[in-house]
């Protein structure tokens, strides 16, 4: 299957840094990612639709200030969370779409705000 | 707006079956896919089914959608204790006004016991 490779899978920051998530596909073009936030014990959420080449489509209720996503290539997606506070500690996946029947999930990133 | 629903928790017994059960509200869903996520990663694609179809299976997995009632199904044979983790239904509608994002339901952690 398609691979999806996201990076780091862990980072703990000081409040009020900003922090730079990297999603890549390593076998395939991707035209458009998603990314989602996961609490734990609950399902995921999506946060915004990433496009090639164009301006992200966020989901309501997410600060497009606060979550800024550039889509540079076919293959790789970023996700940067500025000016970091405990709040925005989550897990963070990325995914990004082959076709209809395939949608393929990075790892995830686990960040923690102290 | 669009909802899947599933039970949160299912255990059996290693050697047994298990299925895990899931309900969705949009009609116009073309694919409906069911992931899986061991602690701390990210998501694994199992297997999906086209609206069009009934069942489909792959292994020990097998997959049966009603559409008339809106239900959606995974059956694993023999489970393994490594089946152990949470299962998410997902479903998206290609064609309606949602650009085809996946809508998850929350997770049914399967629980195997030796």
């Known amino acids: 299957g398609a691979v999806v490779s996201q990076h780091p899978s862990r980072v703990i920051c000081k409040s009020g840094t900003s922090v730079k998530i990297e999603c890549r596909s390593l076998?395939?073009?991707?035209?458009?990612m998603f990314w989602y936030r996961q609490f734990p014990k609950q399902s995921l959420m999506l946060m915004a639709t990433s496009n090639e080449g164009s301006k992200a489509t966020y989901e309501q209720g997410v600060e497009k200030d606060k979550f800024l996503i550039n889509h540079a290539s076919l293959t790789l997606s970023t996700l940067t969370v500025t000016s970091a506070h405990p709040e925005d500690s989550s897990f963070y996946i990325c995914?990004?779409?082959?076709?209809?029947?395939?949608?393929?999930f990075g790892a995830g990133t686990r960040l923690s705000v102290l | 707006g669009e909802d899947v629903e599933q039970s949160l928790f299912l255990s059996v017994r290693e050697g047994d079956s298990s299925v895990i059960n899931c309900t969705y509200t949009?009609?116009?869903?073309?694919?409906l896919y069911w992931y899986k996520q061991e602690p701390g990663a990210g998501l694994q694609l199992l297997t999906y089914i086209f609206s069009n179809m009934d069942m489909k299976q792959d292994q020990r997995l097998t997959v049966l959608l009603n559409k008339k009632d809106k239900h959606l199904s995974l059956r694993i044979a023999d489970t393994q204790t490594g089946d152990s983790a949470i299962y998410f239904c997902?479903?998206?509608?290609?064609?309606?006004?949602?650009?085809?994002?996946?809508?998850f339901g929350q997770g049914t952690t399967l629980q195997v016991k030796p």
């Open positions: 949009d009609s116009s869903s073309t694919y």
């Open positions: 995914s990004a779409r082959t076709s209809p029947s395939g949608e393929y």
């Open positions: 076998d395939f073009q991707a035209t458009t």
């Open positions: 997902a479903e998206s509608a290609y064609g309606s006004s949602n650009t085809g994002k996946l809508i």
